[in-house]
């Protein structure tokens, strides 16, 4: 589709290409909608095999950002940056203090942070050119903790929800992928009595694990062998799909990784085989609910707080699923959908300020 019908489509705001002649620094900048604040998503550098890829890549990664910042309850837009390049060749100072100047250039509504191939060094070298950035070693730090801590309150939301209790004692549960996310999250597992399985493809990820908490460990290939009260897909997306989900033997669905529907469809095909699933971008938004304390002012206990809230958003999405009879997943962007147009309304009158 032409871009222009495209961002007429789906409300997109602004699209941003960008060059540095010096450092061959090449990206777009995506704002989605910035109805509720400025725009704020990660930069994710990667080597892109055409222009058109990293074009669809930052057009649906910012609209993403706009559904989750808003669930989330956030004052925030949904924005993001793709930069194309091999991460292991382009890494300079003055490749990120380049980007950093293009993210100054729009004063502010676009906020940017860490992503695929990104990190807090990285950050630091943005931050010398721009205020516009979180997600710094020396304010909110790693968001992993964060983010599986909003898996954790999002399972416990399922379970009332699944068998009338939120109790995670004795609940057999799958966790795919034990990376920073996963990691954390069999810890919390692990302390509520939970009889926790590990899969990972990297045997140093699982040792890690193994050494510290009581886990079972399932080869990665043979993951949907057994049975289990709940699956936490916390490696890669796409991993709800056509192949996949008749071998699924679950009662719920709740983790970390993002976009694990491979198509909208999928959320109704999970409904009818009776299996509760939690959608991914209300449950991992731990990380960005961190950052956003870090621009109001960071507050880690405060930051927790916010966090622990996604049980509560959870069950919302639930309630109206049943209501109108849809996929959780549709109630979420229903819920997305519903707070932008609200707060769009209400700001419709002038107030001096
Ligand atoms: P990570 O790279 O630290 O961990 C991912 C782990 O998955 C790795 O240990 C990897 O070896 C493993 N893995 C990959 N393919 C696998 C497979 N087929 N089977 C089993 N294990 C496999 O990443 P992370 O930061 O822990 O993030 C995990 C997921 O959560 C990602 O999809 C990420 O986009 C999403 N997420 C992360 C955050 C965050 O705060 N880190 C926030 C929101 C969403």
């Not at 900048?29 to 074009?55: F, K, M, Q």
């Amino acid at each position: 589709m032409n871009k222009f019908d495209y961002m007429a489509k789906y409300g997109y705001e602004q699209l941003v290409y960008f060059y540095d002649k010096e450092t061959g620094l090449k990206g777009i900048i995506c704002i989605h909608d910035t109805t509720l604040g400025p725009a704020l998503g990660g930069t994710r550098l990667w080597n892109y095999a055409s222009e058109e890829e990293a074009v669809e890549d930052v057009l649906r990664l910012a609209r993403g950002m706009t559904y989750k910042n808003a669930v989330a309850g956030l004052n925030l837009g949904g924005g993001k940056t793709v930069l194309i390049g091999d991460p292991d060749k382009v890494k300079t100072e003055a490749y990120w203090r380049a980007f950093g100047r293009y993210v100054q250039s729009l004063n502010g509504r676009y906020i940017t942070a860490e992503d695929v191939n990104t990190n807090t060094n990285d950050m630091d070298y943005i931050a010398m050119e721009t205020s516009h950035i979180t997600g710094l070693e020396k304010t909110s730090g790693d968001p992993s903790p964060f983010t599986a801590l909003g898996v954790y309150w999002g399972m416990r939301a399922s379970c009332l929800e699944m068998y009338g209790s939120n109790e995670l004692k004795d609940k057999k549960v799958l966790v795919q992928g034990v990376g920073q996310v996963g990691y954390n999250l069999v810890k919390l597992l692990v302390q509520d009595g939970a009889k926790v399985f590990i899969s990972d493809i990297k045997q140093e990820k699982i040792d890690r694990v193994t050494r510290e908490f009581p886990v079972t460990v399932v080869p990665f290939n043979e993951i949907f062998k057994g049975s289990y009260d709940i699956f936490a897909p916390c490696a890669m997306g796409a991993i709800i799909n056509d192949e996949t989900i008749p071998q699924f033997k679950f009662k719920i669905i709740c983790g970390s990784a993002n976009n694990v529907l491979k198509e909208e469809r999928h959320g109704v095909v999970l409904q009818n085989k009776g299996i509760l699933y939690a959608p991914d971008y209300v449950v991992n938004a731990g990380g960005v609910i961190n950052v956003y304390q870090e621009i109001i002012g960071y507050d880690s206990q405060e930051a927790t707080k916010k966090v622990k809230k996604i049980y509560d958003k959870v069950l919302d999405i639930f309630k109206i699923s049943k209501e109108k009879q849809i996929t959780p997943s549709q109630a979420a962007n229903y819920l997305a959908e519903e707070r932008i147009r609200t707060i769009r309304n209400v700001r419709s009158n002038y107030i001096k300020r």
